[in-house]
T-cell receptor, first 113, second 116 residues
Framework: KQEVTQIPAALSVPEGENLVLNCSFTDSAIYNLQWFRQDPGKGLTSLLLIQSSQREQTSGRLNASLDKSSGRSTLYIAASQPGDSATYLCAPLYAGNTGKLIFGQGTTLQVKP | DTGVSQNPRHKITKRGQNVTFRCDPISEHNRLYWYRQTLGQGPEFLTYFQNEAQLEKSRLLSDRFSAERPKGSFSTLEIQRTEQGDSAMYLC??????????????FGDGTRLSIL
């Protein structure tokens, strides 16, 4: 069964901390994995997409890594800011799925000033 | 790039009524997806179009649900005889699919449906 687990479910940190969000998926046969951010009542904003052949992707203070063999991806946020407070979702595109993303429940992050 | 646009943003209706949502994808994107999200959960896939062809439907999509994408541009999602359990955020996403390489999916802000 194609599943995604994100740990922790919620995280509260003081401003300035570096933090790591974890994503586990059940099948190593994926085309790519996408990380999203969702603010309350809003849609999803794409942060990073890692192709299956890549090990990591960086965008500003964000770095996402991918280890297909272990079924894991991590999102690293450097020097967190209150504006980073949101729910973060990961979604692998499993091989055989033409476009259907499978989502975890997300990690809700609160960065306190 | 104007992004994915969804209308209406909110819809409140009585149980048993029919509702229709619209999604306008990013103009050059040939792939369009519908997802449903309930509170505290990640989005769940409903259906997927490549151009005007509906290529996949989830088992979540009962016969009360129908989606169309005429001419491969905008898409509509209709729910007939709405039930309490249909209350959710309905999200639309689009992407550019070229051969075997999958581009990122970009989401709209969703339509929140509340069934009274």
């Amino acid at each position: 069964k194609q599943e995604v687990t994100q740990i922790p479910a919620a995280l509260s940190v003081p401003e300035g901390e570096n933090l790591v969000l974890n994503c586990s998926f059940t099948d190593s046969a994926i085309y790519n994995l996408q990380w999203f951010r969702q603010d309350p009542g809003k849609g999803l904003t794409s942060l990073l997409l890692i192709q299956s052949s890549q090990r990591e992707q960086t965008s500003g203070r964000l770095n996402a890594s991918l280890d297909k063999s272990s079924g894991r991806s991590t999102l690293y946020i450097a020097a967190s800011q209150p504006g980073d407070s949101a729910t973060y979702l990961c979604a692998p595109l499993y091989a055989g799925n033409t476009g259907k993303l499978i989502f975890g429940q997300g990690t809700t992050l609160q960065v306190k000033p | 790039d104007t992004g994915v646009s969804q209308n209406p943003r909110h819809k409140i209706t009585k149980r048993g009524q029919n509702v229709t949502f619209r999604c306008d994808p990013i103009s050059e994107h040939n792939r369009l997806y519908w997802y449903r999200q309930t509170l505290g959960q990640g989005p769940e896939f409903l259906t997927y179009f490549q151009n005007e062809a509906q290529l996949e439907k989830s088992r979540l999509l009962s016969d009360r649900f129908s989606a169309e994408r005429p001419k491969g541009s905008f898409s509509t999602l209709e729910i007939q005889r709405t039930e309490q359990g249909d209350s959710a955020m309905y999200l639309c996403a689009s992407s550019l699919g070229t051969g075997g390489r999958n581009q990122p999916q970009h989401f709209g802000d969703g339509t929140r449906l509340s069934i009274l």
